[in-house]
């Protein structure tokens, strides 16, 4: 999927990712209190805000986290 559809997908409640732009097990899940889409560590742990860059966009890579 497209970065639109996976920044939807998220602010819909799902954990999302981009294999090739990503570090292994780190995913992007919405903070619906902040609005804001924050990276998340392989145990959960909210990191840092995400500011998207040309990879992230150009990407159709995105995938929803099961």
Do not use: C
Not at 25 to 44: A, C, M, R, S
Not at 48 to 66: C, E, L, M, N, P
Request: charged share 25%; proline share 3%.
């Amino acid at each position: 999927m497209d970065l639109n559809q996976a920044v939807a997908a998220a602010e819909a409640g799902a954990k999302i990712r981009d294999d090739a732009t990503m570090k292994p097990d780190w995913t992007v899940q919405f903070d619906k209190e902040t609005k804001t889409l924050f990276y998340h560590t392989p145990n959960g742990t909210k990191a840092h805000k995400i500011i998207f860059h040309d990879g992230h966009r150009a990407s159709f890579q995105w995938r929803i986290v099961t």
